[in-house]
Each structure stands twice: as structure tokens, then as C-alpha cells.
């Protein structure tokens, strides 16, 4: 299992939970599942509904989601996970977390926020089949496209092994 995204989300998300320190920011990841990679081609931003406990909760609102979720789907691609911030908490996921995450399959990650900069970012699969048996696996994230521009020939041939898959 791998959340793979580009260096351009990886860091787009990781400045999300900055911005928003020292609450909680959350959003979605659209791209595509493909095997044991979840392809992540976009970070979409979303307002954390959590004005009660922004500090230590997140929430997205269903209309937001079942908009992001439509617009996505048009444009061909899923949701394939979800990102939040620990604002001066370790990026695991807390109990909280498990019980609130209900999309088999996604990935969630979560970024730590120390004192308003970005630390470690993890992401955790949820595995299972239903409610009752699903599980957090930790999964690696690849971030692409972070090859020096003059390594070029190396970086074609990164591309056309990844567009052979
Ligand atoms: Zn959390």
C-alpha cells in the first residue's frame, strides 16, 4: 500500500496545516486507485466544521464532500483520501480519527504542525471490508517529481516506466 502524490501536493497540504495553525486543517485527495497505489492528483481544501474543537478535530461538511466528490467525478477522478493537520501533536492517528474515518480503502494522512511549521507527514490506509473489521495500516507516501532538472534523462525514463504501469 502506497499514497503516492507530487512534491506540489505533498507540500500544498503540509502549508494547508500551517496556514491554519494552530487549528486543524483538513481537505480531500482526488486522483485514482490504482492496485495498491493510491494515485493522488489534487488537494482540494475544505473548511473544517469543527468551530467547537478546531484545535484537535476535524470535520467536513457532507454537502462539501458530496460536492467535491461530484465535481471529481466528472473530471474522471475519486476520492482516493483525505489529509488533516495535528497542530503540536504527533502524526498518528488518534483514536478520534478511526472511529470518524469510514471510507475503506482511502488514505488519510496527517501532517504534524509544531509551533506553526510542518513536521513529519504519515499516511495510514484504512483496510477492511466493513466497520466492523477496518483497520489503520500505515503506508509510505511517494512523493514524485522531486528530481533535479539535470538528471533528465533519468526523469524520461522515470515517466515512461510509470506510463507502462
Ligand atoms: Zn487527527
Redesign the pocket.
Known amino acids: 500500500m502506497v499514497l503516492r502524490m507530487s512534491q506540489q501536493i505533498y507540500d500544498a497540504l503540509r502549508e494547508h496545516g500551517e496556514e491554519t495553525y494552530p487549528l ?1 486543517c483538513c481537505g480531500v485527495l482526488l486522483g485514482r486507485f490504482a492496485g495498491a497505489v493510491n494515485d493522488a492528483e489534487e488537494a482540494v481544501r475544505a473548511d473544517n466544521t469543527r468551530t467547537d474543537s478546531a484545535h ?3 470535520g467536513i461538511a457532507p454537502q462539501e464532500l458530496v460536492r467535491i466528490q461530484r465535481a471529481s467525478r466528472e473530471r474522471g477522478l475519486e476520492i482516493v483520501g483525505f489529509y ?3 497542530p503540536d ?1 504527533p502524526a498518528r ?2 483514536p ?2 478511526f472511529a470518524e474515518a469510514h471510507w475503506i480503502g482511502c488514505s488519510y494522512a ?1 501532517t504534524a504542525v509544531e509551533k506553526g511549521a510542518a513536521r513529519q507527514t504519515n499516511s495510514f490506509r484504512l483496510a477492511g471490508t466493513t466497520e466492523d473489521d477496518k483497520a489503520f495500516e500505515d503506508e509510505p507516501i511517494e512523493v514524485t517529481g522531486q528530481l533535479d532538472p539535470g538528471l533528465e534523462p533519468w526523469g524520461d525514463a522515470r515517466r515512461t516506466r510509470e506510463a507502462a504501469c
Do not use: A, L, V
Request: hydrophobic letters at 15%; a negative charge; aromatic letters at 16%.
Open positions: 486543524e484537535n478535530r476535524y488533516h493537520s495535528h501533536h492517528w488518534s478520534t480519527d496527517i
